[in-house]
C-alpha cells in the first residue's frame, strides 16, 4: 500500500526529540497513543535505539502505520496495537507514553478517557509526554492557533484546542506531576508529567 503521510511530522520531529532525549533517557517501554502514520515512531525509534517504542491506534490507521514500520524495518518497533481510548487498553506497563496532535482531534470525552486508562498501564514512575497546541487561561495564544480552532471545528465540532488547566487537572487526577511545560515551533507546546511514586 501507498504510505500516508503528514507533512507535519517532519516539521516537528526534531524538536519533539529534543524533549524526548531529556525526558526518556531513563526510559525503557514507550507507548505511543494515537501514532497516525507511524512516521513519528520510525524517526524517535531510530534516533532513541535504546526504547522499545510500541505504536497504536485505533484499527483504520494500523496498515499505514505498518507500512510505514515494515519499510524502516527497526529492531525497536514492534507491530502496532490496535487501541481506542474509549475502549479495552493493554495489559502490559510502559515507563513511557507518548502522543502527539491527538487532544484537539479527540471529543473531549476520549481526551478524559485517555487519562483515565492510564493508570491501569503506567509503571510506578512512568512519564507522559504529550505534544500540540494548548490555550492558556480560557485564550489562544497565538492568532494562527485561533485559526487552526476555527478550521478544526469546522471539520468536526467535537475537535478544538484543549484548555492547558483542563488538561493538567486530568492528569494530577491520574496521579501526574507536571515536569515541564517546554514552547515548540509553531506555537505548539510539549508538556511533560511523571507518575508520583
Given at each position: 500500500?501507498?504510505?500516508?503521510?503528514?507533512?507535519?511530522?517532519?516539521?516537528?520531529?526534531?524538536?519533539?526529540?529534543?524533549?524526548?532525549?531529556?525526558?526518556?533517557?531513563?526510559?525503557?517501554?514507550?507507548?505511543?497513543?494515537?501514532?497516525?502514520?507511524?512516521?513519528?515512531?520510525?524517526?524517535?525509534?531510530?534516533?532513541?535505539?535504546?526504547?522499545?517504542?510500541?505504536?497504536?491506534?485505533?484499527?483504520?490507521?494500523?496498515?499505514?502505520?505498518?507500512?510505514?514500520?515494515?519499510?524502516?524495518?527497526?529492531?525497536?518497533?514492534?507491530?502496532?496495537?490496535?487501541?481506542?481510548?474509549?475502549?479495552?487498553?493493554?495489559?502490559?506497563?510502559?515507563?513511557?507514553?507518548?502522543?502527539?496532535?491527538?487532544?484537539?482531534?479527540?471529543?473531549?470525552?476520549?481526551?478524559?478517557s485517555l487519562f483515565a486508562?492510564?493508570?491501569?498501564?503506567?509503571?510506578?514512575?512512568?512519564?507522559?509526554?504529550?505534544?500540540?497546541?494548548?490555550?492558556?487561561?480560557?485564550?489562544?495564544?497565538?492568532?494562527?492557533?485561533?485559526?487552526?480552532?476555527?478550521?478544526?471545528?469546522?471539520?468536526?465540532?467535537?475537535?478544538?484546542?484543549?484548555?492547558?488547566?483542563?488538561?493538567?487537572?486530568?492528569?494530577?487526577?491520574?496521579?501526574?506531576?507536571?515536569?515541564?511545560?517546554?514552547?515548540?515551533?509553531?506555537?505548539?507546546?510539549?508538556?511533560?508529567?511523571?507518575?508520583?511514586?
Amino acid at each position: 500500500m501507498e504510505k500516508p503521510n503528514a507533512p507535519s511530522c517532519e516539521k516537528n520531529r526534531e524538536p519533539i526529540l529534543d524533549v524526548l532525549r531529556q525526558h526518556f533517557a531513563d526510559r525503557h517501554h514507550v507507548l505511543e497513543i494515537g501514532s497516525g502514520t507511524g512516521q513519528h515512531a520510525i524517526f524517535l525509534a531510530e534516533h532513541l535505539p535504546h526504547l522499545t517504542w510500541q505504536t497504536s491506534d485505533r484499527a483504520e490507521n494500523l496498515p499505514g502505520i505498518t507500512a510505514w514500520l515494515d519499510e524502516a524495518a527497526l529492531p525497536n518497533t514492534p507491530p502496532p496495537l490496535r487501541l481506542d481510548v474509549q475502549e479495552t487498553w493493554p495489559v502490559l506497563r510502559y515507563d513511557a507514553i507518548f502522543s502527539a496532535n491527538t487532544l484537539h482531534i479527540m471529543p473531549w470525552a476520549a481526551v478524559e478517557s485517555l487519562f483515565a486508562g492510564l493508570t491501569g498501564i503506567m509503571a510506578p514512575d512512568a512519564k507522559l509526554a504529550i505534544y500540540g497546541p494548548f490555550n492558556y487561561g480560557g485564550h489562544f495564544n497565538s492568532d494562527s492557533n485561533a485559526s487552526f480552532d476555527r478550521w478544526l471545528k469546522e471539520k468536526a465540532p467535537h475537535q478544538g484546542i484543549r484548555d492547558f488547566e483542563k488538561v493538567h487537572a486530568l492528569a494530577q487526577g491520574a496521579g501526574l506531576k507536571l515536569l515541564e511545560d517546554r514552547a515548540m515551533p509553531s506555537n505548539n507546546r510539549c508538556l511533560v508529567w511523571q507518575a508520583v511514586v
